[in-house]
Protein backbone atom coordinates (compact mmCIF):
# COMPACT_ATOMS: atom_id res chain seq x y z
CA UNK A 1 0.00 0.00 0.00
CA UNK A 2 1.75 3.22 -1.14
CA UNK A 3 2.20 6.36 1.66
CA UNK A 4 0.92 9.89 0.76
CA UNK A 5 3.21 12.43 3.06
CA UNK A 6 1.64 15.65 3.36
CA UNK A 7 4.33 18.46 4.68
CA UNK A 8 2.92 20.48 7.57
CA UNK A 9 2.10 23.37 5.36
CA UNK A 10 -0.71 21.14 4.05
CA UNK A 11 -0.86 18.75 6.57
CA UNK A 12 -2.55 21.42 8.91
CA UNK A 13 -5.59 21.82 6.34
CA UNK A 14 -6.74 18.24 7.99
CA UNK A 15 -9.57 17.87 10.43
CA UNK A 16 -7.58 15.58 12.71
CA UNK A 17 -4.50 18.00 12.70
CA UNK A 18 -5.90 21.11 14.41
CA UNK A 19 -2.84 22.50 15.92
CA UNK A 20 -0.43 19.84 15.44
CA UNK A 21 2.88 20.32 13.88
CA UNK A 22 4.87 18.47 11.01
CA UNK A 23 4.21 16.19 8.71
CA UNK A 24 1.55 13.65 8.24
CA UNK A 25 2.04 10.27 6.56
CA UNK A 26 -1.49 8.33 5.49
CA UNK A 27 -1.31 5.02 3.80
CA UNK A 28 -3.78 5.53 0.80
CA UNK A 29 -4.52 2.97 -2.33
CA UNK A 30 -3.20 3.74 -6.12
CA UNK A 31 -1.33 2.39 -8.67
CA UNK A 32 -0.41 6.16 -10.23
CA UNK A 33 0.14 9.54 -8.88
CA UNK A 34 -3.38 10.40 -9.54
CA UNK A 35 -5.05 7.36 -8.07
CA UNK A 36 -3.12 7.99 -4.98
CA UNK A 37 -4.18 11.30 -4.73
CA UNK A 38 -7.67 10.91 -6.08
CA UNK A 39 -7.78 8.37 -2.68
CA UNK A 40 -6.76 10.79 -0.57
CA UNK A 41 -9.03 13.66 -1.77
CA UNK A 42 -11.89 10.87 -1.23
CA UNK A 43 -11.21 11.01 2.39
CA UNK A 44 -9.92 14.52 2.66
CA UNK A 45 -11.87 16.40 0.16
CA UNK A 46 -10.93 20.01 0.97
CA UNK A 47 -7.32 19.31 0.04
CA UNK A 48 -8.24 18.89 -3.52
CA UNK A 49 -7.89 22.67 -3.94
CA UNK A 50 -4.64 23.32 -2.40
CA UNK A 51 -3.14 20.09 -4.46
CA UNK A 52 -4.66 20.75 -8.05
CA UNK A 53 -5.83 23.53 -10.22
CA UNK A 54 -9.47 23.98 -11.93
CA UNK A 55 -7.63 21.41 -14.40
CA UNK A 56 -6.87 18.44 -12.36
CA UNK A 57 -3.24 19.69 -12.64
CA UNK A 58 -0.79 20.01 -9.63
CA UNK A 59 -1.00 23.85 -8.88
CA UNK A 60 2.45 25.67 -9.86
CA UNK A 61 3.04 26.04 -5.86
CA UNK A 62 3.04 22.71 -5.35
CA UNK A 63 5.58 19.86 -5.41
CA UNK A 64 4.96 16.71 -5.64
CA UNK A 65 7.74 13.40 -5.39
CA UNK A 66 7.77 9.94 -6.05
CA UNK A 67 9.83 8.20 -3.80
CA UNK A 68 11.87 11.25 -3.45
CA UNK A 69 12.14 11.81 -7.49
CA UNK A 70 10.01 15.19 -8.45
CA UNK A 71 7.04 14.16 -10.91
CA UNK A 72 7.98 15.75 -14.32
CA UNK A 73 4.99 16.96 -15.84
CA UNK A 74 2.56 18.40 -13.03
CA UNK A 75 -0.34 17.79 -16.36
CA UNK A 76 0.13 14.46 -16.30
CA UNK A 77 -0.65 12.04 -13.45
CA UNK A 78 -0.10 9.01 -14.64
CA UNK A 79 3.26 8.16 -12.93
CA UNK A 80 3.77 5.06 -11.30
CA UNK A 81 3.81 4.61 -7.50
CA UNK A 82 5.09 1.11 -6.49
CA UNK A 83 2.39 -1.34 -3.81
CA UNK A 84 5.12 0.49 -1.11
CA UNK A 85 6.00 3.69 -2.54
CA UNK A 86 5.73 7.51 -0.80
CA UNK A 87 3.81 10.11 -2.88
CA UNK A 88 4.92 13.54 -1.21
CA UNK A 89 3.02 16.29 -1.15
CA UNK A 90 4.68 19.89 -0.24
CA UNK A 91 4.13 23.97 -1.03
CA UNK A 92 7.12 24.56 -3.18
CA UNK A 93 8.51 28.39 -2.86
CA UNK A 94 9.10 30.99 -5.21
CA UNK A 95 10.33 34.44 -5.50
CA UNK A 96 13.29 35.94 -4.34
Not at 41 to 63: I, K, N, S, T, W
Request: charged share 20%; aromatic share 6%; glycine share 12%.
Amino acid sequence: MPKVVLASALARWLPDAQGASGEVALDVSGATVGAVLDDLFARHAALRGYVLDEHGAVRHHVAVFVDGQAIGDKRRLDQPVAPGGEVYVMQALSGG
